[in-house]
């Protein structure tokens, strides 16, 4: 794709892989699998201009990086005002399930963004308009590499563990995440503040 189609385009994919997404720009580290953009994203700053995007979406990205709230600073500095971004991630019940995960995420992940956090805030504000839970979480991907029957058993069960999950993402996460043998993926959506 060309540097000229590219700037008409206001969503990014980071970390595409083999899932490029019409309608984006598809960023990844890998040349090979022929996304819009190379760049690695421990590189900072990003190859982009302020204010460039009204959509980010980092699907399982964050987790391979080595200073997530430095990645997440520079989202804050690609995306518009109001723009949102949305990030998957590994819970940490599950999130070192991948030989390269360097981290697993909670639903405390969002308070790192709120002014109003002594605990640690990063320095960048964003507004978390949603977090989910997924016990069965790309299922794109596993429909290819599981057998049919593991495969509708986790789309069954899954379904059945988010419906308790998502009442309460933090007593879940809290209190009985493992009675289930933990949660592959959690989910936040953001919204930029500037």
Known sequence: MQNRELKG?????LGCGRFKKEGYVNLDVHGQLEPDVVHDLNSMPYPFADNSFELIEADHVLEHLSDPFRAMKELHRISRAGG???????HFSRGFTH???????????????????????????FICDRVRLRWFAQPYLKKKTLPLFAYYFGVVFGNCADLFANLSPFLCSRLWCFLVGGFEEAEF?????K
């Open 189 to 193: 959506c953001f919204i930029c503040r």
């Open 9 to 13: 385009l206001k969503k990014l994919n």
């Open 99 to 125: 030989p390269e995960h360097k981290r697993g995420f909670d639903v405390s992940f969002p308070y790192y963004f709120n002014p109003s956090f002594q605990g640690g805030y990063c320095g960048v504000e």
């Open 84 to 90: 949102r971004v949305l990030v998957r991630v590994p």
